[in-house]
């Protein structure tokens, strides 16, 4: 369940980094050794356990990704979840490689993944907003810079003031609505960040951490990220709103 809160073949330093990024001791005071970590992400990702960076694990090293850890703790993003049900965004900055149109549909239908299972609304505003929404390159003001093209697609905060529930997605990625890297898709398993939910080891999940391709048209949202929002927020009422 979705728990509250690069291209090249990795070589042995990329994938240390890789592992110290997605895999990080989850308080200060403890050390894992690189073995550990390895076990590990081979277990979140139910691949043979052998501490040993082996080709299965490579595979799922070199797959698009988003750039939250699989391993965290929500005191270093903020609060678990936001104390309302209306809740705002606003797009800073606009893709090139769709036309805004088709940004803002995207958009919007990833929000609706979510209030469709929540009493959660969003509402679009071009003031001040609880999620704010950019497409940037490399170092972007947050102190996670992207990678370039494949790699690290998106990243998203928690719930919180400040960067907290802010989307950011790689603008070195070419930019769907259909196929590629699919913009509802990706924006889709980021606000779930937004809204509270780590990753998921579930493979199908929305919130699994590795991207893969969906026709939208098809997607439905699992029952595994499904529990995990409304274990935050509730059920879809039609007449619950709290401002």
Known sequence: MGRSWEN????????????????????????????EQIRQMQEFFHLKVTGKIDTETVQVMDQPRCGVPDVLEYRTF????WNKNLLTYRINNY?????RSKVDAAI????KVWSDVTPLQFRKTTGPADIEISFAYNEHGDNIP????????????????????????????RWSETNRVNLFLVAAHEFGHSL???????????MY????????????????DRDGIQSLYGKFTRNTLTT
């Open 146 to 173: 992207f990678d370039g093209r494949s790699g690290v697609l998106a990243h998203a905060f928690a719930p919180g003031l400040g960067l907290g529930g802010d989307a950011h997605f790689d603008e070195a990625e």
């Open 196 to 206: 509270g939910l780590a990753h998921s080891n579930v493979r199908g999940a929305l």
């Open 95 to 99: 893709t090139p490689d769709m036309t």
């Open 108 to 111: 919007a239908k990833a929000f």
């Open 8 to 35: 090249a073949v990795c070589l042995p330093g990329s994938s240390h980094a890789y592992l110290n990024r997605f895999f990080p001791a989850v308080k200060k005071v403890l050390k894992h050794t690189l073995e």
């Open 209 to 224: 951490p590795t991207y893969s391709y969906v026709n939208p048209i098809n997607f439905r949202l699992s029952d595994d």
């Open 78 to 81: 903020g609060t678990e979840r």
